[in-house]
């Protein structure tokens, strides 16, 4: 596994903010700020896992490019 980039983290920042802005909605009973919180860590999931699938492309091109200097 390879060091995230930075998509990755602020994706994980972003559904963590996200997950407690809806915890928080939902001890005062807050429905608009429980749906933001989750649509927000609903995005920060996405923007990590598309962050984990840019870190994987690169890494295979990384391997390929060496496989072909051999």
Do not use: C, W, Y
């Amino acid at each position: 596994m390879g060091i995230p980039n930075r998509q990755e983290v602020k994706g994980k920042f972003e559904a963590a903010k996200g997950a407690i802005k809806e915890k928080v909605g939902q001890v005062i009973a807050d429905k608009e700020l429980e749906h933001q919180g989750a649509a927000e860590r609903d995005a920060g999931d996405v923007r990590s896992q598309v962050g984990k699938i840019k870190r994987k492309l690169g890494e295979a091109i990384e391997d390929v490019g060496t496989f072909i200097r051999k």
